[in-house]
Nanobody, 126 residues
């Protein structure tokens, strides 16, 4: 059974950087469509960055140019490098994976997706 564990969250000031990691166990992450999502209390989960098995990446407009998604298949780890952080980036960040492309998409998200991590909190103060 595939399991995802996020790490790297924390508190940072506006303009700072953080790198989130998502360690995959139980399967080869290279065959999955993977993404980073975020959610704040009372709001829906939002897909912000996606990476396909072939390494293609896509970003939601609010993070484009500031965040970078990448993966190291040898280490079975997904990353999200976050630069120029803003207070509105404050959220719980989740990584997710699915063997199908359709559930892994940008923007407000709903539906079913195979595997979720438990999330890591990022707080950006002004």
């Amino acid at each position: 059974q595939v399991r995802l564990v996020e790490s790297g969250g924390g508190s940072v000031q506006t303009g700072g950087s953080l790198r989130l990691s998502c360690t995959v166990s139980g399967s080869n992450s290279g065959t999955y469509y993977m993404g980073w999502f975020r959610q704040t209390p009372g709001k829906q989960r939002v897909g912000i960055a996606i990476i396909d098995p072939d390494g293609s990446t896509r970003y939601e407009d609010s993070v484009k140019g500031r965040f970078t998604i990448s993966k190291d298949n040898a280490k079975n780890t997904l990353y999200l490098q976050m630069n120029s952080l803003k207070p509105e980036d404050t959220a719980t960040y989740y990584c997710a994976a699915d063997r199908r492309p359709s559930p892994v998409y940008l923007g407000v998200w709903s539906g079913y997706l195979e595997v979720w991590g438990r999330g890591t909190l990022v707080t950006v103060s002004s």
